[in-house]
């Protein structure tokens, strides 16, 4: 099954009145921090125009963990957080407030 009809289907199960146990939800929220920062790395490395192995260069890191990182698929430890924003030449910016979160990376000044 495709995302979208995984998307669509577990819609309809919320419409018919299906609940998630709260392991679930807070997974889900888990999930979702985690895409929201690999976009924004991915966002301000396309917008540095470098490639992943040059930030992964940049950030003491190997690019297979870089696109790792970019799909979502881990979550960094605070120093990782710091050496990234530093390789991007930013300040990283995360706001958490119970299950959403926004994460952005801003440009240093020139």
Do not use: C
Not at 12 to 27: D, H, L, M, N, V
Not at 80 to 106: M, P, Q
């Amino acid at each position: 099954m495709d995302h979208a009809r995984w998307k669509l289907a577990r819609e309809r199960k919320i419409a018919q009145g299906f609940t998630e146990s709260p392991e679930a939800e807070s997974a889900r929220t888990e999930i979702r921090m985690a895409f929201d920062l690999g976009q924004a790395v991915y966002d301000r490395r396309t917008e540095l125009g470098i490639s992943q192995a040059e930030l992964a260069r940049r950030a003491n890191m190997t690019q297979p963990q870089v696109s790792k990182l970019e799909l979502g698929g881990t979550v960094p430890t605070l120093p990782l957080l710091a050496r990234l924003a530093k390789a991007l030449d930013a300040s990283l910016n995360i706001a958490l407030d119970g299950d959403t979160s926004s994460v952005t990376f801003t440009a240093h000044a020139a």
